[in-house]
């Protein structure tokens, strides 16, 4: 059984900074690759970043290119999601996914790809 917790989430102002953390476990669980998605009220759950921990290769959706930063901590089985220059069109709730197989680069923003998912955290941006 894999667990992913998210915490960190939040109410902030416009311009305004967060920081997302996905804490792993499960028994023997490494997992290939870990991502960040989010889902407005309405919307379709949408890609936002990934890491492969492999490489560590971080790859972002052109909304939060520059404003936002994948890292992971090996040693805790965590991934942390640096949210910076919040806009309002930021808020939605924020799920971190796990993959435990190898995934093809061009395939990592695919929530399909994904094998785990957390119960997610609100981040609301007001403006």
């Known amino acids: 059984q894999v667990t992913l917790v998210e915490s960190g989430g939040g109410l902030v102002q416009a311009g305004g900074s967060l920081r997302l953390s996905c804490s792993a476990s499960?028994?023997?669980?490494?997992?290939?690759?870990m991502g960040w998605f989010r889902q407005a009220p309405g919307k379709a759950r949408e890609f936002v970043a990934s890491?492969?921990?492999?490489?560590?290769?971080?790859y972002y959706a052109d909304s939060v290119k520059g404003r936002f930063t994948v890292s992971i901590d090996n040693a805790k089985n965590t991934v942390s999601l640096q949210m910076n220059s919040l806009k309002p069109e930021d808020t939605a709730v924020y799920y971190c996914?796990?993959?435990?197989?190898?995934?093809?680069?061009?395939?990592?923003?695919?929530?399909?790809?994904?094998?785990?998912w957390g119960q997610g955290t609100q981040v609301t941006i007001s403006s």
């Open positions: 996914a796990a993959a435990r197989q190898p995934v093809p680069p061009q395939y990592s923003d695919g929530y399909y790809s994904y094998d785990f």
């Open positions: 890491i492969n921990l492999s490489t560590p290769s971080p």
């Open positions: 499960g028994r023997t669980f490494s997992p290939y690759l």
